[in-house]
C-alpha cells in the first residue's frame, strides 16, 4: 500500500482544524428548543437601552414573532369567540385598556387597570402585583380567567389545534405540529419582546436628533429633581422626585419595584403585592408602570382612579394619604412637593414627550386577521 | 529532508513546547475564594427588617429598606499589598443570607477592606445600560439605587417609619439615601491572626452590619426626629455623617 505523504497528512489536519473551529464558533442549535427551521430574528437593542434577556428556550424567530402576533389578536382564544389579547389591549391606549377594568366576556370586570405593553421584555415582573415573573407565565393567566377570556387551555389548544392554518404555523415555528398552552404563551410572548417604543420626541432629543421646548425642559429639570423645600427636607430642590421610580436609566422610565404611592390608607380591598409575598410590609406597593407613552394610556394608577395627567400630577402634589406602608418619597408629611401650576404645567408638557406614535401605529403590531 | 517532513517536524516541536508552557503554568497556585456572609443587628441583637425597635432617643422605629454597595473587597497581603477583587455587590438585607463571593490568590493575609459605595471611578459616566442586566450596577440590577448620571448610584439606602413617641403609629418616614463620590468611604479590618486562603478552597467569614450604628457612633449622632430624610445627590452633609457613622458599624468573624 502506498504511504500517504507527510505533507498530505498535515493539509488534511489543518482543513480538519480549521473547518471544525468555524462548527464550534456558530453553532445552528444552542438548546434543545431552538428550532433550526425557522429563522432567527435579531432584535435591535434602542440606544442609551440595556440588554434585553430573552430565555433560552424561546429564541425570536420571525416565523415565532407573526405565529405570536396572530394569537395575541385571535378571538377564538376566549370562550364565545368575542375578545382576543388585543381587546384589552388597544394600540391607541398604546396597547393599554381606556377603560379603568376590562371587562370579560360574562360582564364581569376585574379590579386593576390593564397595563399597557411597550418595552415589557426588559420588565423582570408582571401584572400590578408582580405575580408573575416571565412573560410566558403572564400570558398563560387571562385566556383561562373566568373574569377575562373565560375559556380553559385544553378547550383553547383544541380549537387551534382544529384550526386549517395553526398546526402548520406552530410546526414552523417550533417543530411541532401538537399545540400546547406553554407554545402558544412562548409565541405571544415573542410578539410582545418586540413590542419595543424607542422613538418618542424624548428619544429623539437623547439622540440629538430634535430640541425640546422650552416648556418641555422646565419639565424633565422637575422630573429630576429631588422634591421637597431644602430648609424642611434635606436635599430638596422643589422639585418633582419623579426620577426615583420613574428613572431614565436604560429608558425604561420604571424601576419596576413595588411602591405605596400614598393613595390610600388601607388596603382591605386590594392588597397589591402583600398578596404575593405575603409580607404586611408589602400592602399597598403596586409595581412601577413605565412612563412611556403615558399621554395615551388613561386611566391612571392600578385601579384607574385618575383621568388625567393633571390629576396624576395634583396627587404626587399633595403628597398623599399617610400609610404604614407609603413610600418615604411620599411628601405626605411636609404637604407634598409644592409645585405652582406653571410647574405642574411644565411637568406634564415633559411627560408628553414621552409620547411615541410610531410605535402604536406600527404595522406590525396591528390586528393580522 | 523534504520540506513537508521539515513542516511536520516543526509542528510536533511547537505542540511540545506549548505543553511545557502550560505545565508551567500548572505550577502557580490556582486561587481561592473569601466568602463573607452576612447578618444584620440592631444593638448587638439579631434584627429583621420589618421589626420594630428603639433608637438611641427613645424613637420607635422600624426598617423597611436596607441596602448598601460595596466595591471593591481588598486583601493586605504578607508583603504589605492590598490585593483587591473587581466583584460589585448590592447587599439588600430584605434578601436572607446574602453572600460576597470572591477569587483572591492563595496565601496569607493580615487585614480585610472593603468599599462602601461605588468606587468614584465607575460610580458616574458609565451608562448602567451598559452592563449585563444580572450585574449589580445595570439597570435591572440597580432598580431603585441609581439616582443620575452625573450624580451616580445611591451606596447606601435605610428607609423605613418612626413615630415621636412610643405607642403611637408609625407613620413619620425615615429615608436616607447616602451617595456621592465625597461620601464614598473604606471599612478596614485590621485581624489579630492573620488568616489563609487555599487554593481552590473557601475562606469563610461572617460580616455583621449594625444597623443602629447608622444613627449614633462615636462623635456624632443623628436625630430621626429632627433629620429624617436625606437625599444627598448632591452631597448634603447628612448623607456624608451617615457613611461616617457607618464606617463604624461592621464586624468580621471568621468562621471554622
Known amino acids: 500500500m502506498k504511504h500517504w505523504p507527510v505533507h498530505s497528512i498535515v493539509l488534511i489536519w489543518a482543513v480538519m482544524f480549521t473547518t471544525g473551529c468555524d462548527r464550534c464558533s456558530e453553532p445552528i442549535c444552542e438548546t434543545a428548543d431552538c428550532n433550526p427551521a425557522a429563522t432567527p430574528y435579531e432584535l435591535e437593542i434602542p440606544p442609551f437601552f440595556p440588554p434585553m434577556d430573552i430565555p433560552e428556550d424561546n429564541p425570536l424567530t420571525e416565523e415565532g414573532i407573526e405565529l405570536g402576533r396572530m394569537l395575541f389578536w385571535e378571538k377564538s382564544l376566549s370562550a364565545d369567540y368575542s375578545m382576543s389579547c388585543g381587546s384589552c389591549h388597544l394600540p391607541a391606549a398604546s396597547f393599554a385598556d381606556p377603560n379603568p377594568y376590562s371587562t370579560g366576556i360574562t360582564g364581569a370586570q376585574g379590579i386593576r387597570n390593564a397595563m399597557a405593553i411597550i418595552n415589557i421584555g426588559w420588565a423582570p415582573s408582571y401584572f400590578w402585583d408582580g405575580r ?132 390610600d390608607s388601607t388596603f382591605t380591598a386590594d392588597p397589591g403585592h402583600a398578596a404575593v409575598t405575603g409580607n404586611p410590609l408589602d400592602s399597598g406597593r403596586f409595581k412601577t408602570p413605565t412612563l412611556r407613552n403615558v399621554a395615551l394610556t388613561a386611566p391612571y394608577m392600578h385601579d384607574g382612579r385618575f383621568e388625567t395627567l393633571e390629576e396624576v400630577v395634583a396627587h404626587y402634589n399633595s403628597g398623599g394619604v399617610p400609610s404604614a406602608t407609603v413610600d418615604p418619597f411620599m411628601k405626605y408629611t411636609t404637604g407634598g412637593l409644592a409645585l405652582s401650576p406653571v410647574q405642574q404645567a411644565q411637568l406634564i408638557a415633559f411627560l408628553h414627550t414621552l409620547t411615541d406614535t410610531t410605535f402604536i401605529h406600527a404595522q406590525q403590531f396591528q390586528d393580522p386577521h | 529532508m523534504n520540506s513537508a517532513l521539515r513542516l511536520y517536524i516543526a509542528f510536533l516541536t511547537m505542540s511540545a513546547i506549548s505543553c511545557n508552557l502550560l505545565r508551567k503554568e500548572d505550577v502557580v497556585p490556582l486561587p481561592g475564594t473569601f466568602r463573607m456572609e452576612t447578618a444584620l443587628t440592631w444593638g448587638g441583637d439579631p434584627y429583621t427588617l420589618g421589626q420594630v425597635v428603639t433608637d438611641h432617643l427613645g424613637h420607635p422605629l422600624r426598617l423597611d429598606n436596607l441596602q448598601a454597595y460595596v466595591a471593591p473587597i481588598a486583601l493586605r497581603n504578607a508583603a504589605g499589598e492590598w490585593v483587591e477583587s473587581d466583584d460589585v455587590f448590592l447587599l439588600d438585607y430584605s434578601i436572607h443570607a446574602q453572600k460576597m463571593v470572591s477569587t483572591f490568590p492563595a496565601g496569607t493575609y493580615d487585614a480585610v477592606r472593603f468599599g462602601l459605595g461605588i468606587p468614584p471611578e465607575i460610580n458616574t459616566d458609565i451608562d448602567p445600560a451598559s452592563y449585563p442586566n444580572d450585574h449589580p450596577l445595570s439597570v435591572l440590577g440597580s432598580a431603585g439605587m441609581f439616582w443620575t448620571w452625573a450624580s451616580g448610584y445611591i451606596f447606601v439606602k435605610y428607609e423605613g417609619k418612626y413615630a415621636i413617641d412610643p405607642g403611637s403609629q408609625l407613620l413619620e418616614p425615615v429615608s436616607y439615601h447616602c451617595g456621592t463620590d465625597a461620601s464614598y468611604r473604606t471599612v478596614t479590618f485590621e485581624l489579630n491572626e492573620p488568616f489563609e486562603v487555599k487554593s481552590q478552597e473557601v475562606t469563610p467569614a461572617l460580616l455583621t452590619l449594625d444597623a443602629s450604628r447608622a444613627l449614633i457612633g462615636t462623635g456624632d449622632s443623628i436625630d430621626i426626629a429632627v433629620d429624617p430624610v436625606t437625599h444627598n445627590s448632591n452631597g448634603d452633609s447628612l448623607g456624608a455623617r451617615m457613611m461616617d457613622l457607618l464606617v463604624d458599624a461592621w464586624t468580621l468573624e471568621f468562621m471554622e
Open chain 1, 132 to 263: 408573575a415573573v416571565t412573560l410566558e407565565e403572564q400570558i398563560l393567566e387571562p385566556v383561562s380567567h373566568p373574569d377575562e377570556m373565560a375559556l380553559p387551555w385544553e378547550d383553547a389548544v383544541a380549537r387551534l389545534q382544529s384550526s386549517d392554518v395553526y398546526p402548520d404555523l406552530f410546526e414552523v415555528a417550533f417543530t411541532d405540529r401538537v399545540i400546547t398552552p406553554e407554545l402558544v404563551a412562548k409565541a405571544i410572548a415573542q410578539f410582545l419582546r418586540t413590542m419595543v417604543s424607542a422613538d418618542s420626541k424624548f428619544d429623539q432629543w437623547r439622540r440629538g436628533e430634535t430640541n425640546l421646548t422650552d416648556q418641555e425642559f422646565a419639565g424633565y429639570e422637575i422630573f429630576l429633581r429631588e422634591g421637597g423645600d431644602p430648609e424642611t427636607t434635606p436635599g430638596g430642590q422643589f422639585g418633582g422626585d419623579c426620577f426615583h421610580c420613574h428613572g431614565e436609566a436604560g429608558l425604561q422610565f420604571s424601576d419596576y419595584l413595588f411602591r405605596n404611592n400614598g393613595l
